[in-house]
């Protein structure tokens, strides 16, 4: 079973929010909603995520940036949002997912998330992961 296979099961069997297989080894289920996850382990340690293969419910253009500029090795995603595609193929993450949306829903499921709003034409994913992690 590969890496990927592996989060992506236990994303599912856990009904976790996020799964991450560490460089090391070590694999860790997570389950607050949105990106606060792994904005808080990136503040604990901006390495940590090196190296790593993530499964997630939700990856849109904000996680794709920060999980890049954070080095993951891979990335498999429940629903991905079209913005994201385009920062993991310039940047060569391997990635997949179930379900492609347009976008990235607000809580309220009735138009887009704020923040995949507010970055969908940002070029510099180093400003996203700025703004997002150490902001």
């Not at 079973?1 to 989060?7: A, D």
């Not at 994201?84 to 809580?107: D, M, W």
Request: aromatic share 8%; charged share 30%.
């Amino acid at each position: 079973m590969t890496n990927l296979e592996k989060v992506k099961e236990r994303l599912y069997a856990t009904n976790a929010s996020l799964v991450v297989l560490y460089a090391n080894g070590e694999i860790k289920e997570y389950y607050q909603n949105r990106i606060k996850d792994i904005k808080e382990i990136l503040q604990n340690d901006e390495q940590a995520l090196k190296g790593a293969s993530i499964a997630d419910k939700v990856i849109g253009k904000v996680a794709s940036s920060i999980l890049t500029v954070a080095g993951v090795k891979e990335i498999y995603a429940d629903v991905m949002s079209q913005y994201a595609i385009p920062v993991l193929e310039e940047n060569t993450i391997p990635y997949s997912y179930k379900n492609l949306v347009e976008y990235v829903q607000n809580n309220d499921k009735t138009g887009m998330c704020p923040m995949e709003n507010k970055y969908k034409e940002e070029i510099d994913i180093h400003k996203i992961y700025e703004e997002m992690v150490e902001g």
